[in-house]
């Protein structure tokens, strides 16, 4: 990123340093690991007790609850910087990570006082702990951002007061950090009468909540460090105050999003780095035809495409967080640009990535499709590339894009 302030500069120092001196030597050596069909011991405690120690594992919380907080001017763009250069080392550590920033901010703006000392509390004092956020159901995930603000595509999972407090079922699928997190964010339908955008309430759950049940781990293709998980609710009580938004929780969510869109793009752009690192050190050291690879033209034009892509993304990123960070009109509208154009910018550097690899490329020991199968869960996550393409078209034509299909 252009124009850094001093704090971005010493974050970005010490997060590269971390991630070249602890991160990339592990996942060499352990390459294996990902594999282990034992999530709780897929990544070691001293990965994220090394993050704690520089200071980007609670990047959100306040400083009065002993978080690490950042200049609020920039830092949208902050988080940018720091989880780009994370997921150059490890996308799944970053997942890890920046669920915490992410729920953090939510938490700050949305949950009752006491409520956040406690959380903040147990977050600052665990480098294990981790945030989740939960939207997504069987049936029923980004598209519940479409026009279709009507009944029949409300979430599933119900929540209904009582005796003080709210009774939750129902299911979420696919949930960052779900199957290790301390404390989750739950969205449930609390007036089916109406549309979603009213009818949406969001709740604090602590995963000791009697009802909850983590019902397993998914076997992701790539990101694997970070536990992809499926929740159960079953007559789970949660207390009054861990109401966090009443009906009108999803654009209430908006302080997440933007955010999250940002930090999505930014790790996809770390995973983009890291492959035209590899593929630059192989062409410019592997022998083929009796010279090394980027004397061959061809090889040369696709290390051209790459750096060309990287370069592209950046840029919509660097727009896109400035206009997150300043509040601007347009920033919805940039931060669902940047979040599907690094997606599939991304894939194609990783696609060229393996194939200068050639059949190293296809080798799980040489470690380099590890980033073709990072950089595919980009497609997927936060949004499908469809539903984004139609989320930006929306915005910038309210009232008439995709209302052809329903009933004049
Ligand atoms: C690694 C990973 C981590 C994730 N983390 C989280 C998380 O932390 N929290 C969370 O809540 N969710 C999370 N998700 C879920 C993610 O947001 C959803 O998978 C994504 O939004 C797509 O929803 P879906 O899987 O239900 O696909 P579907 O909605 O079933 O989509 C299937 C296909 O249909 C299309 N489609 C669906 N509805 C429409 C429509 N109305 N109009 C036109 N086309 C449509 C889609 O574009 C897609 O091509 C995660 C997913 C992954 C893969």
Redesign the pocket.
Known sequence: MTGLTEEQTMMRRSCRDFVDDVVIPFIRRNWQREWDMKPEGRLPDDILTAADRIGIRTLGVPEEFGGVELDKASEVRSFAIIAEEIARGDSGLADKLV?NWKVSVLLRNLAPRHLQEKWFARLVADPQFLL?????EPR????RW?P?DVPDAAMQTRAVRANGGWVINGR?Q?????YDAGLYVVYANTDPKVGMTRGTSSFLVPRETAGLTVARCNE?LG?RYMN?GELVFEDMFVPGDHLLVEGSALGKAGVYFQPGKIIQAAKNLGVGVRAFEVAADYAQNYVQGGRVLIRHQAVALRLADMATRIEAVRALLERAAGAADEGAANADTLCNMVKLFASEEIMKVAQHAVELHGGNGMMLDFGVEKLFRDAA?FL????????SR?KIVKSMFPATAGTYAGPE
């Open positions: 669920q989740a956020h939960s939207l997504t029923g995930a980004s598209d479409l279709y979420k696919f949930i960052s950090n779900g992701t990101c992809n869960i997927h996550m936060d949004a499908t590339t469809d539903i139609f």
